[in-house]
């Protein structure tokens, strides 16, 4: 079952909305200004036409009738324009609000550890990414200028309605209370309600894009009707949490058209006996009850659209929250958090960093072949990789690996085998620093994996796995991601490297031919060529091959590895062997089993102690074809 990931709670969700409101202080300070000489442009039209009234009723022939009217229609025409500009400033503000969050959601995914997208599957980020992001988007663009402007419209009717005489006001109050006490009733559910509504999408978009992935599993084993008995328990809960909010707004939207037109009625039944006391004059009723329906309105819009509120609120804490396993969230930018901490890795099957993906201003990586000399980050030979005393448990109590230590020798080549589930690919996850030990240390140079910053950390060390994505674009731009400023002859030495040269400049246009989806399509063993290319371009001074060649004929493995073995000659090569000829390519050996490491040695040494490797080795060797 996968784990969603954490949501920001309400103070870290207000924290960054002022942080936002304080990015931009001229733009939301204009726009607020607009919208206040429109509200203000308004109020002029009943205050007239109470006038108006007034001199009606008094008999006063003087009264400037045709001029009463012009000056309505001219704050008529000057509200409008208004309205238009003060709409475009509070759009064009939404707009640029709403590209910093996408940008600093984009770098909160790309900086998740490989371990936390893996526990929390795939629908709950695709989730958070599509209709979390459209939810907030509206919010942005539409909600909070609605709201700003409904809560500055109310304030002006008010102070309007004050002007024209403080005892009008009363008849208002009456719908205080209902208001508040249905907002606060609504508010104190809302939240929970939508973001349980919000996990609930999660679990059906998870539970569809497996279906799709696994479809053919599926088929074969006959699991059609689990897969559609979850597809229906998904659809449930979800029936369910919508039902909930949709109660929620049943009762309260009545509740709020009750709070707003109470005041109409009793301004005009109360200002009725005022009138008739000879408290106030006729001209002011009609101005007051004029404010009072004018009120109708903002206060409508800002009820309406606290729904809305609620509702991007809610996803913007989800997305908020995709920065919790790493450290902060709320109102530090993103930028500094991506170099002040965690791990993370890149989505391409090859985890290496270069400045295109660390956001960083590192020292290019050296060109491929580059020797040791120098010394700086990111050459082999640098950088000493150690595991001391090492435990780690995918759940609390169920150690997969027990105490081990393992310090390879710069630039050697240690190959790790022993049978299926063994430790093996936790181990080198645990040496790239995609998972934090539980106890003991992992450490380059003595400094803990755990906690460097994702750009130094890929510098040392990448990982390369059987899992590997071609995105959309070049040849060209598929390999030289991790290095923008690679030469064609910088690319295609790394696929040379790979011995994927004489593919690629078979394509239709070379480098330059378009792959991933719509493009053209690579064959898995390609793909898997492409992220390898990715590595040997990057130029880390420690890799780690988990299976890196698995989707690749043996005997064109074979070659591969040996061709990787002498452009990589000289940096620190970790291989998690399934095909023993890596193994008895390597300087030594490392057996785990049961997650410890049992044998430690060359490969003649650990033949001839006549041990589990020994065995594995004749098992394989005489099995091969």
């Known amino acids: ?327 902060p969230t709320g109102d530090e930018p993103a930028a500094s958090r991506a170099t002040s901490g965690g791990t993370g890795t890149s989505p391409a099957g090859a985890y290496p960093v270069g400045p295109s993906l660390s956001g960083g201003s590192a020292a290019e990586p050296s060109p491929v072949g580059a020797s040791s000399a120098g010394g700086a980050v990111g050459r082999p030979g640098d950088g000493r990789l150690a595991v001391r005393d090492v435990t780690f448990a995918y759940r609390q109590g169920r150690d997969v690996l027990h105490g081990v230590t393992l310090v390879p020798e710069p630039g050697e080549k240690l190959a790790m085998v022993g049978p299926s589930g063994a430790g093996k690919s936790t181990l080198g996850r645990l040496l790239a620093g995609v998972h934090a030990p539980g106890t003991g240390s992992v450490t380059v140079d003595g400094r803990p994996l755990t906690g460097m910053p994702l750009a130094e950390l890929r510098r040392h060390v990448a990982l390369v796995t059987q899992e590997h994505h071609v995105f959309i674009g070049t040849l060209r731009e598929n390999v030289a991601m991790v290095r923008p400023t690679a030469t064609d002859a910088d690319v295609r030495a790394a696929l040379a490297a790979v011995d994927a040269l004489d593919w690629a400049d078979a394509l239709p246009e070379g480098l330059a031919t378009p792959v991933g989806a719509g493009g053209h399509p690579l064959t898995a063993a390609q793909a898997q060529q492409l992220a390898l290319a990715r590595l040997v371009l990057a130029d880390p001074h420690t890799l780690v091959l988990d299976e890196a060649t698995s989707l690749i004929d043996p005997r064109a493995a074979r070659h591969l590895e040996r061709s990787l073995a002498a452009v990589l000659e000289g940096r620190t090569v970790i291989a998690i062997a399934h095909r023993l000829f890596s193994a008895h390519d390597a300087d030594r050996v490392a057996v785990v089993e049961d997650g410890r490491i049992t044998e430690l040695g060359s490969h003649a040494d650990l033949l001839a102690r006549g041990g589990s490797y020994a065995d594995l080795w004749r098992s394989w060797h005489g099995s091969r074809p």
């Open 1 to 327: 079952m996968a784990t969603a990931l954490p949501v920001a709670d309400a103070a870290q969700v207000r924290r960054y909305a002022r942080t936002l409101a304080r990015r931009h202080p001229g733009a939301l300070a204009g726009a607020l200004a607009l919208h206040a000489s429109a509200a203000a442009a308004g109020l002029a039209g009943p205050r007239l036409l109470g006038d108006l009234v007034e001199g009606v009723s008094q008999g006063d022939r003087s009264t400037p009738v045709d001029m009463i009217v012009l000056a309505i229609a001219g704050f008529v025409v000057a509200q409008s324009v208004l309205l238009r500009l003060a709409h475009v400033a509070s759009a064009r503000l939404g707009e640029r609000v709403l590209a910093a969050l996408r940008e600093e959601f984009v770098d909160r995914i790309l900086s998740l550890p490989l371990a936390t997208v893996e526990r929390a599957g795939t629908g709950d980020l695709l989730t958070r990414t599509s209709r979390d992001v459209a939810a907030l988007s509206r919010t942005v663009r539409l909600a909070v200028p609605e709201t700003l402007i409904a809560v500055v419209t109310a304030g002006f009717v008010l102070g309007a309605l004050l002007l024209v005489g403080p005892l009008l006001v009363l008849p208002c109050l009456v719908a205080v209370p209902v208001l508040v006490v249905g907002t606060r009733w609504y508010l104190r559910r809302a939240t929970a309600g939508y973001l349980r509504e919000n996990a609930a999408y999660s679990d059906i978009t998870d539970g569809i894009s497996e279906a799709v992935e696994g479809s053919r599993t599926t088929e074969a084993l006959r699991q059609q009707a689990r897969r559609r008995a979850r597809t229906d328990t998904d659809i449930r809960r979800s029936y369910v949490a919508e039902r909930y909010t949709l109660w929620l707004r049943t009762i309260f939207f009545p509740v709020t058209e009750i709070g707003y037109l109470v005041p109409v009625v009793a301004t005009l039944v109360v200002g009725g006996w005022f009138y008739l006391e000879g408290w106030v004059t006729l001209g002011q009723v009609t101005a007051a009850i004029l404010y009072t329906q004018q009120l109708i309105d903002p206060v409508d819009r800002l009820l309406a659209w606290l729904d809305e509120l609620q509702v991007g609120g809610a996803s913007l804490a989800r997305l908020l929250g995709v920065a919790a396993p790493d450290g």
